[in-house]
């Protein structure tokens, strides 16, 4: 039987590590050839070997992906060797967590660049492949803090209503050219970058011990629960629906 992503090329931007690791392992077994851009090489690479060796289509390309030159560079090297891209994947993200008076200007800028920018940059520079194949399904990763505000996360939430409307916007642009642009929303997911978003709120004084996560959503989420949402918005299955935003958060977002 085939795959829900069968004979289709996908890029995953952070998809070395946490969410789009679990993502880059399911949209390969899924029937993908798997492209995946992130600056940490060394896991990158790893990964890159592990789904080769068990029989995958992959390549791995080292971007700072909130770099022109570099996400061209490392776009144009996953089309070379898997071919055109109809599958992308914005994933890649950080967070800064501070009181709001003691962020800083770099700190604005460094988080909208790996976060916002990096989401313009690969979907322009994707955008014109999924146009000559009259068909691409683009997925972001958006958050629950586009729609609920976290005390120390200001800039992050901004961010990431920009995310948001990103996606909305991409969709309605191209909807009648073959086009699909969608936004997964995690909550709280049990992943490098989730850990530390804990450790560093706790420090701040803001709950999200595991009495108050549970209380919230239920259980802290898994990496996988994030990528089977962008694969359901990856594949045909989904070819009704742009424009979405899917929360993946335990019923964080229904209270």
Same mark, same amino acid.
């Given at each position: 039987?085939?795959?829900r ?15 789009? /690791? ?7 077994a ?17 990964l ?12 791995? $390309?080292? /971007?700072?992906?909130?770099?022109k030159d570099?996400? #061209?560079? $490392?776009v144009? *090297?996953v089309s070379? *060797?898997?071919?055109?891209?109809? @599958? ?7 967070? @800064?967590?501070?009181? +709001?008076? #003691? =962020?800083? #200007? ?5 988080? +909208? ?11 322009? *520079? ?22 609920? $505000? =976290? ?20 969709? @309605? ?14 909550? +709280?997911?049990? =992943? ?7 450790? #560093?709120?706790?420090?701040?004084? @803001? ?32 070819? +009704? ?11 964080f977002?229904?209270?």
């Open positions: 039987m085939a795959g992503l069968h004979g289709k090329v996908a890029i995953i931007s952070g998809g070395a590590t946490g969410c789009g /690791a679990a993502a880059a392992r399911l949209f390969a899924e029937g993908a050839a798997v492209g995946i851009i992130d600056r940490n090489a060394a896991a990158g690479q790893a890159a070997e592990e789904l080769a060796a068990a029989g995958h289509r992959v390549t791995f $390309a080292a /971007a700072d992906v909130s770099k570099q996400v #061209e560079a $490392a144009s *090297a070379a *060797a898997l071919g055109p891209v109809n @599958v992308l994947f914005n994933h890649a993200g950080t967070i @800064v967590i501070k009181p +709001f008076l #003691e =962020t800083e #200007e770099e700190d604005w800028d460094f988080l +909208f660049d790996v976060n916002v920018k990096s989401m313009y940059l690969m979907t322009r *520079a994707v955008l014109p492949q999924m146009l000559a194949q009259g068909k691409g399904a683009i997925v972001c990763t958006s958050s629950i803090s586009a729609v609920y $505000a =976290t005390p120390m996360e200001v800039l992050y939430d901004a961010t990431k209503g920009a995310c948001h409307m990103f996606a909305r916007a991409i969709a @309605v642009e191209f909807r009648d050219r073959g086009i699909r642009c969608n936004a997964v929303c995690p909550g +709280f997911i049990d =992943t490098p970058h989730g850990q530390r978003e804990v450790k #560093e709120l706790t420090a701040h004084g @803001v709950d999200v011990s595991d009495a108050a996560i549970k209380a919230a959503q239920g259980r802290f989420g898994q990496p996988e629960d994030i990528a089977r949402a962008a694969l359901f918005l990856a594949s045909d299955e989904a070819d +009704f629906v742009t424009g979405a935003q899917l929360f993946v958060d335990g019923g977002s229904a209270v």
